[in-house]
């Protein structure tokens, strides 16, 4: 199985990728490749550090006469997501991945291959353990538990982060520069129920929204795919004013971090109102594919028989929930200044659900600049004050304010165009990102993410493009070098 490695440009990253592969290290269970990367700097007599987060810091000394350059801090997460084809016996925590090359594609057999990032992590050992590359100090940062909410970053000892620069190598997409991402936020917002008894000829509906996208409440916020609570909400109006419906109760989409695909409520109405509520869905469903036409192509809208309810919202209650959720805040509220395409603040109206006591709403809220995101917490909060609900903010995480002035991103845009002839692509991410955490610990240091192309990461369809290791290495020691001679005056 190794044999394949031998044939891979450059020979030591391509080794250390492939013992990293050999070490099980999924998220929580980062003892081993911790142990390797302490004993891979006790063999090199190099200085190493781990703090109790189980974050790991490895220290290189200048190469001689170049010491004054500026440090750089280079930046991996050790650890990798856990995923396998179902059926597969693999067992993350004990077993070597199954690792082979596929025409220009590295993969593992049925399962993640952990390039995300482990090519980062080994691309750092490579360059700790040469000896031909020109650099200033250098400090080797590996995270713990990045992938299972950032632990390692949140609990990292700051005398870590000592540096001018941070390079973090956990970016998916060759020849794209990162220079910001989101912070965020989690919020609820509460209503206590307020129930009556259903008149108890009424019959009961289950009210139904599928079929919807859905994606990543960050990543794909831009894309104007439907929100299924807001639909639900907009025929729940219609069908309240029309056809005399109440609400018993709702559930509306899942998981807090993903724009919601399904939404249903049972409803109670006359009978004589039966044929009614199922022209206006039957119309409204036609409505709204029209209106997502080419986005939302298996938009349903659909009604089922449900048992008697013996409770329905009260009249007011009702009335207030329906107006809040209808002008309730979704979506993106701007755009970068400096990038108009690229989403900066957001908010998505991800769950709306009920228990025996509360209707519960709940959002994450999404901006790159912290105070706007202090803004969106203070809007959304005002606006769910004015409804009447009780609202709790927490799982606040900080965003990457991107900074076009960087003389980092300068010196690097440069080297790469040196290198390859073409300009990089410079972009943000509307998600969170471990250099939030780290800048928001050391607001001095001046950073950049990039990495080789890696496809569907945290599936087990990951795999790694060989082409573009190599210019990711050769672009990484070009940066270093740049830095350390201050070629372009970082
Ligand atoms: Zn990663």
Same mark, same amino acid.
């Given at each position: 199985?190794?044999?394949?490695?031998?044939?891979?440009? &450059? #020979?030591?990253?391509?080794?250390?990728?492939?013992? +990293?592969?050999?070490?099980?290290?999924?998220?929580?269970?980062?003892?081993?490749?911790?142990?390797?990367?302490?004993?891979?700097?006790?063999?090199?007599?190099? =200085?190493?550090?781990?703090?109790?987060? %189980?974050?790991?810091?490895?220290? @290189?000394?200048?190469?001689?006469?170049?010491?004054?350059?500026?440090?750089?801090?280079? #930046?991996?997460?050790?650890?990798?997501?856990? #995923?396998?084809?179902?059926?597969?016996?693999?067992?993350?925590?004990?077993?070597?991945?199954?690792?082979?090359?596929?025409?220009?594609?590295?993969?593992?057999?049925?399962?993640?291959?952990?390039?995300?990032?482990?090519?980062?992590?080994?691309?750092?050992?490579?360059?700790?353990?040469?000896?031909?590359?020109?650099?200033?100090?250098?400090?080797?940062?590996?995270?713990?538990?990045?992938?299972?909410?950032?632990?390692?970053?949140?609990?990292?000892?700051?005398?870590?982060?000592?540096?001018?620069?941070?390079?973090?190598?956990?970016?998916?997409?060759?020849?794209?520069?990162?220079?910001?991402?989101?912070?965020?936020?989690?919020?609820?917002?509460?209503? &206590?129920?307020?129930?009556?008894?259903?008149?108890?000829?009424?019959?009961?509906?289950?009210?139904?929204?599928?079929?919807?996208?859905?994606?990543?409440?960050?990543?794909?916020?831009?894309?104007?795919?439907?929100?299924?609570? *807001?639909?639900?909400?907009?025929?729940? @109006?219609?069908?309240?004013?029309?056809?005399?419906?109440?609400?018993?109760?709702?559930?509306?989409?899942?998981?807090?971090?993903?724009?919601?695909? =399904?939404?249903?409520?049972?409803?109670?109405?006359?009978?004589?109102?039966?044929?009614?509520?199922?022209?206006?869905?039957?119309?409204?469903?036609?409505?709204?594919?029209?209106?997502?036409?080419?986005?939302?192509?298996?938009?349903?809208?659909?009604?089922?028989?449900?048992?008697?309810?013996?409770?329905?919202?009260?009249?007011?209650?009702? =009335? *207030?929930?329906?107006?809040?959720?209808?002008?309730?805040?979704?979506?993106?509220?701007?755009?970068?200044?400096?990038?108009?395409?690229?989403?900066?603040? /957001?908010?998505?109206?991800?769950?709306?659900?009920?228990?025996?006591?509360?209707?519960?709403?709940?959002?994450?809220?999404? /901006?790159?600049?912290?105070?706007?995101? #202090?803004?969106?917490?203070?809007?959304?909060?005002?606006?769910?004050?004015?409804? %009447?609900?009780?609202?709790?903010?927490?799982?606040?995480?900080?965003?990457?304010?991107?900074?076009?002035?960087?003389?980092?991103?300068?010196?690097?845009?440069?080297?790469?165009?040196?290198?390859?002839?073409?300009? &990089?692509?410079? @972009?943000?991410?509307?998600?969170?990102?471990?250099?939030?955490?780290?800048?928001?610990?050391?607001?001095?240091?001046?950073?950049? /993410?990039?990495? &080789?192309?890696?496809?569907?990461?945290?599936?087990?369809?990951? *795999?790694?493009?060989?082409?573009?290791?190599?210019?990711?290495?050769?672009?990484?020691?070009?940066? +270093? =070098?740049?830095?350390?001679?201050? *070629?372009?005056?970082?």
């Amino acid at each position: 199985m190794k044999i394949f490695i031998e044939t891979l440009q &450059p #020979q030591p990253l391509w080794q250390y990728f492939y013992a +990293i592969t050999q070490l099980p290290h999924p998220s929580g269970y980062t003892d081993k490749i911790r142990q390797f990367l302490q004993d891979f700097a006790a063999s090199l007599a190099l =200085e190493y550090k781990t703090d109790s987060a %189980g974050n790991v810091l490895i220290c @290189k000394p200048a190469s001689v006469g170049l010491e004054q350059a500026k440090t750089i801090i280079l #930046q991996a997460h050790m650890d990798m997501v856990p #995923q396998k084809n179902s059926g597969v016996a693999h067992n993350f925590e004990t077993d070597a991945l199954q690792v082979f090359v596929a025409g220009n594609w590295v993969k593992a057999t049925d399962t993640t291959l952990g390039a995300d990032n482990g090519l980062g992590v080994a691309a750092i050992l490579a360059v700790l353990a040469s000896n031909d590359i020109k650099h200033g100090p250098l400090r080797a940062l590996f995270t713990n538990d990045e992938e299972t909410g950032m632990h390692g970053a949140f609990g990292l000892d700051k005398a870590f982060l000592q540096g001018d620069i941070l390079l973090n190598l956990d970016s998916e997409d060759e020849g794209e520069l990162f220079v910001g991402c989101a912070g965020g936020i989690d919020a609820d917002f509460v209503f &206590p129920l307020e129930m009556v008894t259903a008149n108890p000829d009424d019959m009961a509906i289950v009210i139904a929204v599928s079929g919807l996208q859905g994606g990543h409440s960050g990543i794909d916020i831009h894309l104007e795919r439907a929100n299924a609570n *807001k639909l639900l909400f907009r025929f729940l @109006k219609m069908a309240a004013t029309s056809c005399d419906a109440r609400l018993a109760s709702v559930l509306g989409g899942s998981l807090r971090n993903a724009i919601p695909r =399904e939404a249903s409520a049972v409803i109670s109405i006359p009978v004589n109102k039966r044929d009614g509520l199922i022209r206006l869905l039957e119309e409204t469903s036609v409505l709204f594919s029209k209106e997502y036409y080419g986005i939302e192509t298996e938009l349903r809208l659909d009604q089922k028989p449900h048992d008697k309810v013996k409770w329905v919202f009260s009249n007011a209650f009702q =009335e *207030k929930i329906i107006h809040t959720v209808c002008a309730a805040p979704n979506g993106v509220f701007n755009h970068i200044p400096e990038m108009p395409t690229v989403v900066e603040s /957001s908010s998505n109206l991800a769950v709306i659900l009920t228990d025996e006591r509360r209707l519960v709403i709940k959002y994450l809220l999404r /901006s790159s600049v912290e105070s706007k995101k #202090q803004a969106l917490c203070a809007m959304h909060d005002s606006f769910f004050t004015l409804a %009447g609900a009780s609202a709790v903010f927490f799982g606040d995480y900080p965003g990457w304010q991107a900074n076009f002035e960087s003389p980092l991103l300068a010196a690097m845009r440069a080297v790469y165009k040196d290198k390859f002839g073409l300009e &990089p692509t410079v @972009k943000l991410i509307h998600a969170g990102l471990e250099c939030g955490i780290l800048g928001a610990l050391n607001p001095q240091l001046d950073m950049l /993410s990039f990495g &080789p192309t890696i496809r569907f990461p945290h599936s087990p369809d990951e *795999k790694l493009a060989v082409d573009s290791v190599q210019r990711f290495w050769d672009f990484l020691i070009a940066g +270093i =070098e740049s830095v350390a001679t201050n *070629k372009n005056a970082v």
